[in-house]
């Protein structure tokens, strides 16, 4: 199921560390989105958006207060 998303985020930059790049950690439920740009980082929501809205899905925008 989530792995539509980081497909959706094929043209995005993301980060490069070691010669390995990578947009996203993923964590059962739980995804964080890295980039080296505000750019990218917006580039990578509107792929998010466009998979949530084609697949019937919502993001959840509020933190946990269990979130450090």
Known sequence: FIDGIIFEMREC???NINNFKFKALLYVDDMMLVSE???D???MLKCCQTYAD???S???EE???RCI
């Open 13 to 15: 930059t993301g980060v």
């Open 54 to 56: 084609t697949h019937y």
């Open 58 to 60: 919502i993001f959840n």
């Open 63 to 65: 933190i946990p207060s």
């Open 41 to 43: 980082l917006q580039e």
């Open 37 to 39: 740009s505000a750019e």
